[in-house]
């Protein structure tokens, strides 16, 4: 059974950083719901610190028994207390939505693994028990964390899943050192913050087949896809219960201009109900727009030669991760190789902003060499 004390009110939270305070390394996780919001809605934080008089134990803060959580804030964005997580990405959201911070600086014990070649995108309890040789309960996975009171079941469950992120940060730790790797771990830990705070809502780009439409009609899909995206966060509900995918491209595509042009396109009835008049105003008003304010088409999918060029430079990426002792998903995300290809050809292209640092000298570089031989 694992070390646990619960946090109930803002007075024991007080009381616990008080205590912890100086330990330069904070395991962190989080407990979240996410079944029919737009947001991740906060269940449980838990903590667990590095050494001191709060060392050993798993402190299990209740958000929903907090009155004031800016006490979190400031703990999270303390530049002097390195805060481990394992696949951060989504309690980084949680600590967006609930705190407005980010935490950093940031180890993720997953990338170090990648770092390591312990394989990409490896599970917690998998590295767990290569590294500990521990085997975690998964009878809680799916559990309703928004309950309360939180079972003894519970609370085991989620303590456990930061006790043991400190002896796992140890050994990726000590190994990123040796192998000069632990700077790229915070480097990564710098941009995945920076990514999420200052994403942009281009949701459209996700969007299958959108290269296929005209200027005029893509500049009305990035309108439609903009205002979804509003209307979900907004109502704090799931993009597709406002309307999916398909629904924004047939708007953009057939663009009716009337109630009865609208209820062709067999969107659902609810969606009509609460949203129709606006659709059809918001599409009246992207009509009225110049053609000089509409977007530039997307590029089409990659020719064969193109997708012959991508092959290679994933081939050169696998070379390089081999030498560097590395997964080689960790390299460069795969839209990174066509982003590398097309910006040989001389397309308007965005860099993205990991291809700073050492991937600029080690990656980056050697695969812009190499396109550039194989233009000539």
């Known amino acids: 059974m694992a070390d646990w004390q ?13 205590r912890a305070s100086g330990s330069p390394v904070l395991a962190v996780d989080t407990e979240f719901m996410r079944r029919n919001t737009f947001y991740p809605q906060v269940a449980l934080l838990q903590l667990c610190f590095e050494g001191g008089d709060a060392g050993g134990t798993a402190w299990l803060v209740d958000p929903l028994a907090l009155q004031d ?11 002097g207390v390195e805060k481990v997580l394992h696949s951060a990405s989504e309690d980084l959201e949680v600590f967006q939505r609930w705190l407005g911070v980010l935490p950093q600086p940031l180890f993720d014990t997953q990338r170090a693994a990648a770092f390591l070649d312990r ?3 490896v599970g917690y309890r998998a590295l767990v028990h290569a590294i500990c040789a521990i085997d975690l ?3 809680e996975t799916r559990s309703d964390w928004l309950q309360r009171p939180l079972s003894h079941s519970q609370c085991d469950y989620a303590a456990q899943d930061v006790l043991w992120l400190l002896p796992v940060y140890r050994e990726l730790n000590a190994r990123c050192v040796e192998q000069g790797k632990r700077d790229w771990v915070l480097a990564d830990g710098r941009d995945a913050i920076a990514s999420l705070a200052t994403a942009t809502e281009d ?5 299958k087949n959108a290269w296929k439409l005209s200027p005029r009609q893509l500049g009305t899909l990035v309108a439609v896809a903009a205002w979804r995206e509003e209307t979900a966060r907004r109502r704090d509900k799931p993009r597709s ?23 062709r396109l067999d969107l659902p009835r609810p969606a009509l109900r609460h949203h129709g008049e606006e659709l059809l105003a918001l599409l009246a008003a992207q009509r009225e727009r110049p053609d000089d304010a509409m977007p530039r088409p997307l590029p089409a999918p990659l020719d064969a030669a193109g997708r012959q060029a991508l092959k290679q430079l994933k081939a050169a990426a696998r070379q390089t991760a081999e030498r560097l002792g590395m997964a080689p998903e960790v390299l460069l995300q795969s839209r990174d190789y066509e982003i590398l290809l097309r910006e040989a050809r001389g397309e308007p292209v965005t860099e993205p902003r990991h291809w700073s640092g050492w991937r600029a ?4 570089d050697p695969l812009r060499r190499l396109l550039q031989v194989g233009a000539h």
């Open 361 to 364: 000298e080690l990656v980056i």
């Open 6 to 18: 619960l946090i109930e009110s803002d007075d024991a939270l007080q009381a616990l950083l008080e």
């Open 203 to 207: 949701y459209h780009l996700r969007m």
């Open 137 to 139: 309960p998964k009878g």
């Open 241 to 263: 219960w406002i309307i999916d995918d398909q629904a924004c491209l047939q708007l953009a595509l057939r663009d009716p201009q009337s109630w009865t042009e609208l209820q």
């Open 69 to 79: 959580p800016s006490p979190l804030a400031a703990l999270l964005t303390d530049p």
């Open 119 to 121: 394989g990409f995108g």
